[in-house]
């Protein structure tokens, strides 16, 4: 009986053995993947200074090898982070593209996807830190077609968010890659944001808005739809000669570009219809000024914004169709008073 109960009492011992010995196995694990997951989910420190991340690019031009940094940085995008270490690593990441442009190329369209996703971010700084990094992967062409597929977030952050470096972000961004077609309605909704940015009083900002809707100009299906744009009373404004250099030649590209749209058949052949506080009464309307700065214009200091003017004053006299006969341009319908 006494022998039955100390076999008994030692199997129970050896089966806690193995108890303790599976549990304490399974905690060691556990504990291996957390600390592994660790590791993985911490961006690397020499990131923070571009200096480092320039040396990285000069040893792998020495030494042919990639240095693994920019990898590093997309696995840890997939951790949980708070806001600001995802606007460090995106901030990183940037800088990784354009200074390890091998190891840029060598990543795959999922990391245009989960990079893109962060638009997604309730963080502010975590969405333009991603604009810039998406910003930086468009210089690499086979990512384009992958990039343009957040297009239509990118214009709607543009416009819900009133923030100016978000939208010097996000227009960079914009103006960096040919406009697909799939984002024209959306581009029509946000129209009269984009004409307040250009309106406003920051002048990068400013800028990038103007050349978007330059190139918005050009389509023919969305022509309509910027000249019949609402805008400001003091619109004018920005023709003025203290305006900066920069945004006159492009806020003068700009009128060119609808002068020209507007002239050509295809927009002649219908019939159109404008609100009175519309771009088009601004620009070309009975009652405009535009003749007046571009006059003034002709004059600047600066030789580029002097040669857009007269190209806007030729594109006002002359329509498109018959620019290339000199004497059949319509003086009847100028803009300009006789003698000017």
Known sequence: M?????????????????VGLAIGAGAVYLLYKAIRAGL???????????????RLAIERDRHGRDSGELRRLLNSLECRQDEYTKSMVLHSITRCVYLLEAEASACTTDDIMLVGSLLDDKDNS????????????????????????????????????????????GLR????????DFVYPQLRRVMPALMEILQSDYILAQVQ????????????????????????GNFLNL?????????????????????????????????????????HEALFGDQSRLADRLLALVIHPEEEVQIQACKVIVSL????????????????????????
Do not use: M
Request: hydrophobic fraction near 40%.
């Open 239 to 279: 023709f003025q000669a203290t305006q900066p250099g920069s945004l006159l030649f492009e806020v003068l590209v700009f009128a060119e570009r609808l002068s020209e749209g507007r002239n050509t058949p295809h927009y002649r052949a219908v019939r159109w219809h404008y609100n009175e506080q519309s771009l």
């Open 2 to 18: 006494g022998k039955s109960i100390h076999q008994s009492l030692e199997q129970l011992d050896i089966r806690k053995s193995v």
């Open 317 to 340: 006299q002359c329509p498109q169709d018959v620019r290339v006969q000199p004497s059949s341009c319509q003086t009847s319908r100028s803009y300009f008073r006789n003698g000017e």
């Open 209 to 232: 808005a103007i050349r978007l809707l330059s190139s918005v100009a050009q389509k023919h299906d969305l022509l309509y739809d910027i000249l019949n744009c609402q805008v400001h």
């Open 40 to 54: 993985k989910c911490q961006p690397p420190l020499c990131t923070n200074s571009p200096i480092c991340i320039a």
């Open 173 to 180: 961004l914009l103006n960096n890659i040919p406009l697909p």
């Open 126 to 169: 975590v969405r333009i830190q991603t604009l810039n990094a998406l910003k930086a992967f468009s210089g690499i062409r086979k990512f384009r077609l992958k990039i343009q597929e957040h297009f239509i977030k990118v214009l709607e952050l543009i416009a819900t968010i009133w923030d100016s470096e978000l939208h010097i972000a």
